[in-house]
Every structure is written in structure tokens, then in C-alpha cells.
């Protein structure tokens, strides 16, 4: 059982309304208070695709529309489904360790070996005032909280061996006690003392991802993560980021094969190149010029546009965080290589957001993904729906089966677990 | 739509193998890793019978046996049923109030308005070492924490009014900002900005549930709780409790329907007096001494019992703290009262644990909820099978369509939501 090396791995990136920024506006987009139902459909068409996963990123605030958290969410959504993967976004700022091991190994193991934990730090000030903080924490505090509490959790998710159930009624306690593993985990940020109370799932534990641009992000994936989702916007430095991150996985002692990079795909596909340039363009014009600048004023460090000619150039930017500055730097150059207006950059980042974007056929988006896949840029793709349900229904639709046509993915699911889905 | 006040509302107390200590090594109990598929089964039973809720106790621990976390399994367990109230337990001790309150805000959504919360605060040791304490925080903080945390949760799940989403595509944001609340809470014990990033669900907000014994645990419960869970022994008692809690809760200036009391009910169910007998003696002979004696240690406020001679008396017991001393009392109350051995008293909690047991025919057990609900004992009932699935099955097959019969249990659904079965 397991993954082909030789294929492609893809989890599908959801949203409530859609990527694009403009999504809720869509005329097929819904906007009912409860999008379960919405969400359910949607995997459980990934599903007949037989798609690795889907993933749910997350904040602990307000940003864009209310939605559903993500354990709560995939957890019925495991309910829902039988065989693809399961991955959730929780941050290591703001939780307990013990909670974020204990609900993921409850959803792995209700799922029978589906889940995947995104581990992230939280760096925005709406997100540190929902926790009693005046500031968010400093960069390379929270990383390393995040280091440790990676480690706490993974401590946490080996407490049990997998038989310790398999035990006769005869004897006096529901497990084996010999199969059974205390923590006693004591650092500088944590003090554990397991075990958790949580069985073993059917794939070990979670799948641990990240998604860390700066260096210390890059850092803390090399040695912790199992799969690497990434903002790429072009071949030459997706290939860039994937040998570093190769390079650094080796450098901590680990496989190369044992991390996948999966860069985020934003694809509008069409039948003709025409009908994709017409379903993007309808979404471009539904972008609110408040929206735009909202989005960009975010990704540039939290910094306010709002004061500035939308159609003039981008100003100076005062320097961000560490955790933001890669995300700023790509728009920065971006702006300045193509000599872009505020409305043009804003415009540009709508959809993908510096993410890999294709607009046009099955068979260019297989084309873009296979040249990636095969140059040394990408194990697979995390894609990003321009807007649901339809954006997904196309991708799964058209290029899936021209993936399927070239042998570059699955036409059935030969394992059962997320972790066989990727190989790992 | 809504509940009939002369009639019942009854909730099952969903326990891993079931609420005798011995039910695991019941034959018909199942030792499986991943006991999801069996609490879906049961629970889909529960909802044919109409029940209520079916709720999940919790220790941020190993006790006993590990199990799924209540929140994830709570929300599988919502994409597996339509109508039946999930009622799950979330420590305020040991978590921060936006996450609980979120967490279940997105069960109350993607249920359609079928959630609870049963707030607790952590008294034990084992617990406190999972979450960086050496030692666990004392009664008083526990519950100022946990007064300022409910005020917190029910300040966020009041962030949206009801159609705050109903909004035309045509303008600037997926929600209407004016009816969007922010919390600014600042308190001794948290601060926390807000708005909730879930929208409200059908019911409005989670129904909040409690069952604090102590005096300061009755306080708080006057104050905040819709619901009451409680552990009473016999009719007088039972009935002074109600008195108390109603009296408290029109002392806080609330009406004394808005809250409903709700004894646990451990009843063992045989077409005949003989049949229930056998089956209450079966689990009665699987008790295993030290199972009996670590239960008994533990109700008694971790007090280590293996000492002392099987057969012989319970000894004089150090003072506990207050949040266990209610208990503690009751049980030191029922040895000296019966002159009973402490193998003869884990022998009468290792079923109901100290609260109202009932072994007989569905008449008997009808009979007794019956008098309970109309001498002022009971609003409802919270039902603890003695081990799954049978006695659960038992129950529904048996008491239900009795109580139905007599005209005090709802033959279907009128309401959709956890807070229209309730009446509140």
C-alpha cells in the first residue's frame, strides 16, 4: 500500500467562499450562516478524485467572514468521508499542548489514521487580544514555543503502543500498562507529564505540516515537518525553496523523501483558454477596491494603504516582522519588476495571493504542474479554488482526469491512511 | 415548537465501555482502539427514542480508560444525527475562553443548533500536571476563573445577531458590520477583544450546563447553567437539592424554569425483576477488587485504600478540598449509615457511582422517575447505561415506550434544536 513516487500528491485548499478575494461575491458562491454542508459536498467530490487531503488553514480572530474551526469542522467532516486525508490548522502561540495532541489524535483516530496537524505561530495583533496579550509574541519566541511544542505533542502522540488495547477481559485494567509511555516532558516553555489519554490511530500519529517562509520558519520545518505547503509565484524560486528545504531536511539527519513541498496552486480552469479567461475576469471585476487594498494593506505587513492613489505606485514600505517579511518582500519585488500600481498589485495578489497561478485548460494547469513536478520544484500541490464549488468541481472535473491520462496521479486510493495517501 | 413542561427531558450519559467499573469486561462490551462507530451507534439509537442530548463527561487525564475527546467526537457524532442535543465537557481550569467558546460556537453551527457546554472546573492532580502545574489550583480561583471565563463565552457567542450574513453580493463585505458585536473584556483573569470569528447558530447559543455540588459550585451553577447535572442518592435528597438550586436561581433573579435539574439515573432494565437482577449481578461479580478500591479512592478524594482489609470498615478520612468534599460526605454517610465494609461500599458505587440506581422491570424504573419528576426531584433525567450497548438498548427498548405510554416522554421531536427539546 501507499503512494507511486513517480505521482503526484494534491490536497485541496479550502475556503470558506473561495481564494480569490472577491469569491463571496461570485454569483454561485453561497453565503449561509452554517457552510457545512457546502464544505461536506466539496470533499467528499475531492474524495471521488481520490485527492490526498484537504486542508483547512485557521485564525484565532476575525479575518475576511466567520467560518467554522477547523477540528470541529473535520472532525465532521471524517463523519462524512471514508478515505482522504485531513489536515487542520492549529497554532502553537495560543494553545496548550496537551489540547492540540489530544484533539488531533482524536480526530486520527476517529477517523481511522486520517489527520494531518498544520503547525503554525500566530503573529497578528487581533489574534493576541483574543489572548490577553497587548502584543503579539516576538518572532523567535514563538518559534521557539513552537519548537518545543512540537516536540511535546509528538512525545504525547507516542504514548501508546498500538496493541496496547488488545487485552483479555480477565485481567484488571482495559490496556496493557507494559504498552504505555508517561512523558514527563519538562522545558522551558512546557511541563507534560502525559500520558495522553488518546489510543494510537491506524497511520501512528498526525501528519505534521508547515508552512514557514522565513528562516527560521525553514528551520523548524527541515526538522519537524512531514509535508511543506508553500506561496511559490514562479518556477526559478519554487526550485529555489525546494532544494533548501531538501538541503535542510538532510543537514537535521532526515530523508529528502521523507518531507513533500507542496506549493499552493491557483488555478481558473476552463474547457477553452477563453472560457478560463472569461471565469477569471468575472471574478477580477467583482473585486471592492476596499476589499483589494484591505488584502494587500495585510499581506505587506498590516500596513494601512488606504491613504495612498490607487493608481499611483506602491510607497516605501516601513520593514515587518520576520515572519511577514517574505510575504513583503515578494509583493515589493513584484511591484517594482513589473512596475505595478497599488490597484495592479492588488489585482495581481486577488486570487492566488503570490501563490503559483494558471489561468487556462486541463492541459496547460497538467502541463504548469508537471514541469514543476518534474524540474525539482514541487512533490505535489495544495490547490486553491477560485471560488466554490465550481472552481473545485473544474479542477477535479478536467484536470485530475488529464493528470490521471499522463500517469502523474492515482485513479484509486491504494492505502487507507493519509500518511500511505503520501507516501510517507 | 418546544418541550411540554409536564413532560421528561432525558439525556444519556455516554461512558466508554459504560458507567459500571466493570462494563469492560461485560461480553458484549467491545475493547476496539476506536470506539467511534460504536458511541455513532448509540446515539443514533438515542436520537430514534427521541431523547434529548446525549452528553460526554471529561478529564484532561488518563482516567480508566483512554477514549476520543468529547469536541471532536461531538462533531462526528453531528454529521452522523439530525436532531438529538450534544452536550460535551471543556475544563475552564485549563483552556482559554476563545477557544472553548469558538470550538463550540462551530459544533452549535455545523450541528444546526443542537450543542452544549458542560462547564467544569479541574480539581485533580494528574490533570494539573498535564497543563505545566505541579499542583492543582484551588477551589476558590478555580471558580472566580470559571465565573470570568463563562462571562467571557457567552460575551462571544453574542458576537452576530442571527442574520448579520444576509447581505446583498453587491456590497463591500460577506457580513453587515452593525450587527457585529466586539467583546473588550477586561477582567482579573483574562483579556479578550473579540468578535467571535463563528456566526451564531439556529438556537442562538450553546446551552450551558453545570454540576457543581460544593456551595461555591450551586453558586455558580444559580448563575449561569440552562441545565444541572447532578449525582443524588435518594428521593430526599434529590428533592433538596432542586429546592436549593431553584431557590439560589430566583435569588439571582432568573426564573426558576430557566434552569432544568437533572439527576443521573444508573438503571439496569429487565423484562422482569428476576431478569434485571441477573443482569446487575453479572456486572456485580466482574468487579475486579482493585478496580473497586482505585474507584472508591477516588470518589473519596484520592484517598489510597489499598491498605486497609477488603472486609473490613472504611477508616476516618482526611479532610478533602471542598470540590470533592460533597461527595466524600455522601459516601462516608452511606458506609456509616449501613455499616458497610469497603469491599460492600465500591461495591455500591462500582455502578451508579453514588447516584439514584434502580435495578427492575421498565414499571419500576418508570415508577421511580415518575415520583422523582412529580415530588420535586427532577426536571429530567441524565441516563448512565451500565455498559454498552446492551444496557443503553435496554433502556430505549424498554423504559422509553412506558414513559410514553404514561404520557411523560415525547413520542417525537417538535423542536430542532438542543434548546427547544430542553424548553428553555
Known amino acids: 500500500m501507499g503512494s507511486n513516487p513517480k505521482q503526484l500528491s494534491i490536497a485541496a485548499f479550502m475556503m470558506r467562499y473561495g481564494h480569490h478575494v472577491a469569491a463571496w461575491r461570485h454569483p454561485e458562491t453561497d453565503l449561509l450562516s452554517n457552510p457545512f454542508k457546502v464544505f461536506r459536498d466539496q470533499v467528499r467530490s475531492a474524495e471521488r478524485a481520490c485527492l490526498d487531503a484537504v486542508f483547512f488553514a485557521d485564525s484565532v480572530a476575525l479575518t475576511g467572514a466567520p467560518s467554522l474551526e477547523p477540528l470541529t469542522l473535520l472532525s465532521a467532516l471524517a463523519a ?54 497587548d502584543q503579539h509574541v516576538a518572532h523567535a519566541d514563538r518559534y521557539a514555543r513552537a519548537r518545543e511544542f512540537h516536540q511535546v505533542v509528538t512525545g504525547l502522540w507516542n504514548s501508546w503502543d498500538p496493541d496496547a488495547l488488545e487485552v483479555e477481559k480477565s485481567g484488571a485494567l482495559p490496556y496493557d500498562p507494559a504498552k504505555l509511555r508517561k512523558l514527563n516532558h519538562r522545558g522551558e516553555h512546557f511541563a507534560v507529564a502525559g500520558p495522553l489519554n488518546v489510543a494510537r490511530s491506524p497511520q501512528g500519529r498526525p501528519v505534521v505540516v508547515q508552512a514557514g517562509g522565513s528562516e527560521t520558519g525553514r528551520d523548524l520545518a527541515a526538522g519537524t515537518a512531514e509535508v511543506v505547503f508553500t506561496a ?20 537535521k539527519g532526515r530523508k529528502p523523501e521523507s518531507v513533500k513541498v507542496m506549493p499552493g496552486l491557483f488555478a481558473v480552469v476552463g474547457r477553452t483558454q477563453e472560457e478560463a479567461d472569461a471565469k477569471f475576469a468575472q471574478l477580477q471585476a467583482l473585486i471592492e477596491p476596499k476589499a483589494g487594498l484591505a488584502l494587500l494593506g495585510r499581506m505587506i505587513g498590516n500596513f494601512d494603504l488606504s491613504g495612498y492613489p490607487l493608481d499611483g505606485p506602491l510607497p516605501e514600505l516601513p520593514p515587518t516582522q520576520d515572519g511577514q517579511r517574505s510575504r513583503q518582500q515578494l509583493l515589493t519585488d513584484l511591484a517594482q519588476g513589473e512596475n505595478l500600481t497599488i490597484r495592479q498589485l492588488y489585482e495581481r495578489i486577488a486570487g492566488g495571493r503570490g501563490h503559483f497561478t494558471v489561468v487556462g485548460t486541463a492541459e496547460k494547469v497538467a502541463d504548469q504542474m508537471q514541469e514543476w513536478f518534474e524540474q525539482g520544484a514541487a512533490d505535489g500541490f495544495n490547490f486553491m479554488s477560485p471560488a466554490l464549488p465550481g472552481g473545485l468541481d473544474d479542477f477535479l472535473a478536467l484536470v485530475i482526469p488529464e493528470l490521471q491520462r499522463r500517469g502523474l ?16
Chains 1, 2 share one sequence.
Do not use: C, M
Request: overall charge positive.
Open 80 to 133: 462524512s468521508t471514508e478515505r482522504i486525508g485531513l489536515i487542520g490548522t492549529a497554532t502553537t502561540t495560543y494553545n496548550e499542548p496537551y489540547t492540540v495532541a489530544r484533539q488531533f489524535a482524536s480526530l486520527d483516530l476517529l477517523s481511522d489514521g486520517r489527520a494531518g496537524w498544520n503547525l503554525v505561530t500566530s503573529d497578528n495583533a487581533a489574534e493576541a487580544a483574543n489572548f490577553g496579550r
Open 409 to 424: 496521479f492515482r485513479t484509486s486510493y491504494t492505502g487507507s491512511t493519509l500518511r500511505e495517501h503520501l507516501g510517507l
Open 232 to 251: 511559490q509565484p514562479a518556477l526559478a524560486k519554487a526550485q529555489a525553496f525546494y532544494s533548501d528545504i531538501k538541503r535542510r531536511v538532510v543537514e
